[in-house]
């Protein structure tokens, strides 16, 4: 369940106590008037199916409460109440399911932003994946396919075409092709170094390659992949499975074929570089229309249960 905590205007607090009354999955009500300082109003909580969130938190946007007041959900670890009880199984659907979608905006914008964390994360990733396709060793492969942080910006991107925010999406897209620019930059520079103590060399990038040959040579199967992991990753991000979500990292191949264009481009190598470039680009393509088709779906399913949402009167 969610436990959602209000600051209401005193003149709006009787059309926020009526809203939560009225929507099914609702539970301990609590008013306290004047208990609001900073802005002042009245203090209003409750308890709420997650399945019921997305609806009344948009409402309660409606009423200009994000404006005027304050709308702040958090997750609940422990509920011990028959009431609670009652309220999830009034609520339609699964709380798997739902999705809360300021919740989901949020959070891919936070994920999303163009920082030196960031920059950072993507630009070791890639050079730890340098390192593995040099090496043809896939346990750093798979090991800097986990430490990037690129699938917020994914999702960022899938959120900003379903919710249509332009500002997400571009915020999205500039730290999705920077940080990449970036990476693959530090990269080459990386690599000319490793050349320069001997640790690179073009021998083992042309060498036969076994375990990584894959991240310059893409096919219908990295598309396949991709839009599975495109799948498995959104799902991941509406239903709050952290752990699903590192299976996702470490099934795609965008870190690794940025590594590998990045040192085969060091030693010239245009073959290896476009190749690369393809399968990263078709990967995040992959991703992208996967994710929106599932927001989409999730959206549309989730329409169908908002006529149930409301108690009767």
């Not at 960031?118 to 896939?138: E, K, P, S």
């Not at 090991?143 to 917020?152: D, L, N, Q, R, T």
């Not at 264009?261 to 476009?274: E, G, I, P, R, Y």
């Amino acid at each position: 369940m969610l436990h959602l905590r209000l600051i209401s205007p005193a003149d709006r607090t009787d059309e926020v106590v009526r809203l939560i009354d009225r929507t099914v999955g609702t539970t301990h009500l609590v008013v306290l008037p004047g208990a609001a300082r900073d802005p002042e109003g009245d203090v209003v909580m409750c308890d709420v199916a997650r399945e019921a969130g997305d609806e009344i938190i948009s409402r309660l946007r409606a009423l200009g409460l994000d404006d005027c007041g304050a709308i702040t959900a958090e997750n609940i670890d422990l509920s011990l109440s028959k009431h609670a009880d009652e309220a999830e199984r009034d609520a339609p659907g699964e709380p798997a399911d739902a999705v809360l979608w300021e919740q989901l905006e949020e959070a891919t914008s936070e994920e999303s932003t163009l920082s030196i964390t960031y920059v950072a994360f993507i630009t070791l990733a890639t050079m730890i994946a340098a390192c593995g396709v040099v090496l043809d060793n896939a346990i750093l492969i798979v090991g800097a396919m986990a430490v990037g942080p690129e699938f917020g910006p994914l999702a960022g991107i899938c959120t900003a075409i379903v919710q249509r925010a332009p500002r997400l999406a571009l915020r999205s897209l500039i730290a999705l092709l920077v940080g990449f620019a970036v990476a693959m930059a530090v990269t080459v520079g990386f690599s000319w170094i490793m050349s320069g103590f001997d640790l690179f060399t073009e021998g083992k990038l042309e060498g036969d390659r076994p375990n990584t040959g894959f991240v310059y040579a893409p096919d219908a199967f990295s598309f396949v992949v991709a839009i599975l992991a495109g799948i498995a990753g959104t799902l991941s991000l509406t239903s709050a499975k952290s752990g699903a979500l590192v299976g996702v990292a470490i099934s795609v191949t965008t870190v690794p074929a940025a590594a590998n264009a990045a040192v085969a481009l060091s030693f010239d190598d245009m073959k290896q570089t476009v190749g690369s470039a393809e399968q990263l680009a078709l990967n995040l393509f992959g991703i992208v229309v996967a994710g929106t088709l599932t927001l989409l779906a999730q959206k549309a399913l989730w329409s169908t249960q908002r006529t149930r949402m409301h108690k009767r009167t």
